[in-house]
């Protein structure tokens, strides 16, 4: 489908709803929303425009300047052949947007990963915790303020690895 054609059933579907369309250097339908309408937003995404998959949740840091943290989502549509792409703005003092599991259970993880990674919270997240950090880790890697030499691994570090390498045997 065209990005016309993608638009305009986006367009028809998001009736009522405030949002901005961007003009994306890919082509692709990018649509720039305030939280308070996210919710709303991805049930209508699913429900009205056919988009069956997230395919990405990731966030962008601009620090120092604020709002902080940009959103990005985006969205499959099998019967459309075409993807959306929605973004949400946040300061860093305000950090949460809803979760979209409700309607795609498969973002579960992205959003994990997201909130690990940049210290996003995605408020109604069925399970929220540290996906590749260990939990109790203080820092969130991908924030542009982390050292690019990373932080020295404390003692939460060393006793997380000492528990994950209990019984492992090298070349066994």
Known sequence: MTAPQTRERVVKALEGIAFETIDARDGMVTLRVERAVLGELFARLSDRAGFDQNTLVTAVDHFPAEPRFEMVWQFLSYDHNDRVRVKCSLAEADAHVPTCTPQWPGASFS??????????????????????????????????????????????????????????????
Do not use: S, V
């Open 111 to 172: 959003e994990r990963e997201c909130f690990d990674m940049f210290g996003i919270q995605f408020d109604g997240h069925p399970d929220l915790r540290r996906l590749l950090m260990p939990e109790g880790y203080l820092h969130h890697p991908l924030r542009k303020d982390f050292p690019h030499a990373g932080i020295e691994p404390d003692r939460l570090y060393r006793e997380w690895d000492k528990k994950r390498r209990e019984g492992w045997q090298p070349n066994a």
